[in-house]
């Protein structure tokens, strides 16, 4: 069995698809949720699926070593960021070698970068007047989404797209293909 942590900082709409995606799976399990925000809707998802969830503070991400040995604690083989904001500590990065994996709500590497989440992205999308936008998911390296991409999808933007309807593009890619491509990746 495969053990992943998917850590998460809002409301977990894709911690959840990731965990109902694999709740019966004999190959893959998610483990626990980790998240970084008290007031995270995604504790509340975590315990209406039953799967452990819990909270770390910025020091005990990057200073004191708990999340580490949380990590090892619950035998963890692969990381999953879903919408997680903070940039992977070196420890964290080392334990895990191409073994963490993100999404981002852009095609890589334009709208990446520090800064650059959620609402940020797709606004910035709709200012610039691009005619498409997408999903990256990448392996996470020591800098804010430039490891190296696993998958892209693409949707087309109209004139009449908001931040919010390309929002909701984005979501349907997420649910379409995250999931998927974490299984690819972690049975290799």
Known sequence: MINIAILASGNGTNAQQISEYFAGSDKVCVKCIIY???????AERAKNLGIPAHYFSRKDFYENGSV??????QQIDWVILAG??????????????DHIINIHPALLPNYGGKGMYGHH??????????KESGITIHIVDNRYDCGTTLFQA?????????PDTLAEKI?????????MVIEKTVLG
């Open 36 to 42: 970084n925000r008290k007031d995270a809707y995604v």
């Open 171 to 179: 979501h349907l890619l997420e649910k379409a293909y995250f999931p």
């Open 121 to 130: 992205v797709h606004e910035a999308v709709i200012a610039n007047h691009e």
């Open 154 to 162: 693409k949707c087309t933007l109209t004139d009449e797209d908001t």
């Open 68 to 73: 580490m040995q949380y990590l090892k604690e």
């Open 84 to 97: 997680f904001l903070w940039l992977v500590p070196e420890d964290m990065l080392a334990a895990y070698p």
